[in-house]
């Protein structure tokens, strides 16, 4: 039977929520659209006058594309060109979901997003619909055909893998702003001393260039060898602009919650540099250079009021 349309308006109503879900899931937005669109194909198939919680229906419709989609996207990281992060959202983007609580809005941080590819399928979905959406643990374990206790084990071992000891700091976006200010001058200042200074002794950095942009296989170590990797960054070369595609503007910015730099080229977000924040300093730079993955970013990037960039570069 076709849908009518009050149906078509259920649905529409539960999208924003339903992508926000999906992007945590997978940690990609493009892949989010598609499991939300699949799930509205199978919306149209069902007979919805049947269905008496349309909420919980297409929340199980939608957790169990995911959970699909994550097994064979594990098989495709394998074989991923050098290291894999997330697709960055910049700050203002509908799918990063709700942010009323320290919960919400660390489940959709930058950090948090690529500490769960630690987890299981099964671990990331109870840990999302837990944590991120407060989805009691007997609709969670109704989602997912578990059992309750089953639930509240899956969260626990969850929530250990995720641990790694740090502890971060909650922040706003105009300490966000100053943050990456000081990272930005420290980086430019040609010394690695003032970058050291606001690294944790034991911080990383990792770049996703997915074969397309120069990005280093490995992460880099240490807090020195941090500091000499983003002083070499932000040197001025004519090598780096060719690659960049022509002048870089930056930008302090928030992204996924995390202070970032944004660095755009003719209107086009080439780059997003997240921080993680703790209070003993920057625990972790991780760069997203891959194109691919930020498309959305520059399609938000062009709808928004950016003012001007802290300074160009290359």
Excluded at 215 to 223: D, H, L, S, T, V
Excluded at 273 to 298: F, H, W, Y
Aim: glycine residues 8%; aromatic residues 6%; charged residues 25%.
């Amino acid at each position: 039977m076709p849908l009518t349309a009050d149906d078509v308006d259920r649905f529409e109503a539960s999208r924003p929520r339903l992508e926000a879900v999906a992007y945590r899931l997978l940690g990609s937005a493009g892949e989010a659209e598609d499991a939300v669109q699949e799930t509205f194909l199978r919306w149209q198939a069902a007979d919805v006058g049947r269905v008496e919680v349309p909420e919980a229906w297409l929340t199980k419709v939608l957790t169990n594309l995911c959970l699909n989609q994550l097994t064979s996207a594990r098989a495709r990281r394998e074989t991923y060109v050098g290291q894999w992060l997330p697709e960055p959202l910049l700050a203002g983007d509908p799918m990063l979901g709700p942010a009323e609580t320290a919960e919400q809005r660390e489940s959709v941080s930058y950090a948090v997003l690529t500490l769960m590819e630690r987890l299981s399928p099964g671990e990331r979905a109870v840990y999302v619909l837990r944590e991120a959406f407060d989805y009691p643990h007997r609709e969670v374990a109704e989602i997912l055909d578990i059992t309750e206790a089953a639930s509240q084990q899956i969260l626990h071992r969850a929530r250990k893998h995720l641990a790694d000891g740090r502890a971060r700091t909650e922040i706003d976006e105009a300490a966000a702003r100053r943050i990456v200010e000081e990272f930005l001058a420290a980086a430019t200042d040609g010394r690695i001393e003032p970058l050291v200074r606001l690294l944790t002794e034991d911080a990383v950095s990792i770049g996703d260039g997915g074969g397309k942009v120069p990005a280093r296989a490995k992460a880099f170590e240490g807090a020195v060898a941090v500091a000499r990797l983003l002083r070499g960054l932000f040197k001025p070369g004519e090598a780096k602009r060719a690659i960049a595609g022509g002048t870089v503007e930056v930008y302090a910015w928030t992204a996924n919650g995390d202070p970032a730099v944004v660095a755009v080229v003719d209107g086009r977000v080439v780059g997003v540099m997240c921080l993680e924040v703790t209070a003993e300093g920057i625990a972790a730079v991780l760069n997203q250079v891959n194109p691919d993955k930020l498309e959305r970013a520059s399609a938000h990037w062009a709808a928004v009021d950016h003012g001007e960039p802290l300074f160009e570069a290359f």
